[in-house]
């Protein structure tokens, strides 16, 4: 029996790099309304995910622990994105300044309920041009709380807003967007998408949602997620121990213009 491929396709304003392929079970054109077997998502912030009968990937042809941990950070992303689409976030603050998907929905490593944007403004960032599109994303029936901070005078140099809301299963969502003028100093997330999109395999990505997955359940110290990716891409981390040692005694989160060479 042939394997079916779910294969994280580029949107057309990402490049090919940002394809993950890995084998699952197999299904038939039966498994899909339409009667094919394929499942097609379309949305405005990141890669359409595809499934295409008959194409070998990985060295798995039956499920394995590994394929399972890609299998639920990519059924993780599809309802982070159908979400997104839902409260029409690209097409709201796309009102103010360009918006950038960023952190682990853009890089296909989604573990946490976590939805992340940077917007980038023509000039400084406006609260009221914020407090705008936040106040239309209140009203929403899913959303349940919004927040603002003034970070402008601060080393983030920018404006950040929250807004949590309800999935169609009840779990709550946090989507974290920050205002930055186009000239901003940087570090910025969106310097992260595309090496990020370049360099990941699907083994380093196995290696990285294992590690993410341990620490929402504290079996390893909570980390800021860059400095994870840190330690796995260039510092061949691979186990909760390794982990372990890598932080040591004296971790504190800072900021940082690392980037995935």
């Given at each position: 029996m042939r394997p079916v491929v779910?294969?994280?396709?580029?949107?057309?304003?990402?490049?090919?790099?940002?394809?993950?392929l890995v084998a699952l079970e197999p299904a038939t054109a039966a498994s899909w309304p339409d009667g094919t077997a394929s499942a097609h998502w379309a949305d405005p912030i990141s890669?359409?995910?595809?499934?295409?009968?008959?194409?070998?990937?990985?060295?798995?042809?039956?499920?394995?622990?590994?394929?399972?941990?890609?299998?639920?950070a990519a059924l993780r992303r599809q309802r982070a994105r159908e979400i997104a689409a839902a409260l029409d976030l690209s097409t709201r603050w796309s009102t103010i300044g360009e918006v950038v998907p960023v952190g682990a929905v853009a890089y296909g490593l989604v573990v946490s309920r976590d939805i992340d944007y940077e917007v980038f403004t023509a000039g400084p960032p406006t609260i009221r041009g914020g407090f705008h599109v936040l106040a239309e994303l209140a009203e929403l029936p899913a959303v349940t709380g919004v927040r603002f901070t003034n970070a402008l005078d601060t080393a983030d140099h920018g404006l950040h807003w929250q807004v949590r809301c309800r999935d169609d299963d009840g779990d709550v969502w946090k989507v974290d967007i920050w205002t930055l003028p186009v000239d901003h100093p940087g570090p910025c997330a969106a310097?992260?998408?595309?090496?990020?999109?370049?360099?990941?395999?699907?083994?380093?990505r196995v290696a990285i949602l294992r590690l993410k997955e341990a620490r929402t359940t504290g079996q390893i110290?909570?980390?800021?997620?860059?400095?994870?990716?840190?330690?796995?891409?260039d510092d061949g981390v691979r186990t909760q121990a390794d982990l372990r040692a890598w932080v040591g005694n004296h971790y504190a989160p800072t900021l940082t213009h690392w980037r995935p060479g």
């Open positions: 779910v294969s994280v396709m580029p949107h057309p304003d990402e490049p090919a790099s940002a394809q993950c890669p359409d995910v595809r499934v295409n009968d008959g194409r070998v990937t990985t060295a798995h042809t039956e499920p394995g622990d590994d394929v399972e941990i890609l299998r639920r310097w992260m998408v595309e090496p990020m999109q370049r360099v990941l395999t699907n083994d380093l110290p909570n980390i800021a997620s860059i400095d994870l990716y840190r330690a796995v891409l």
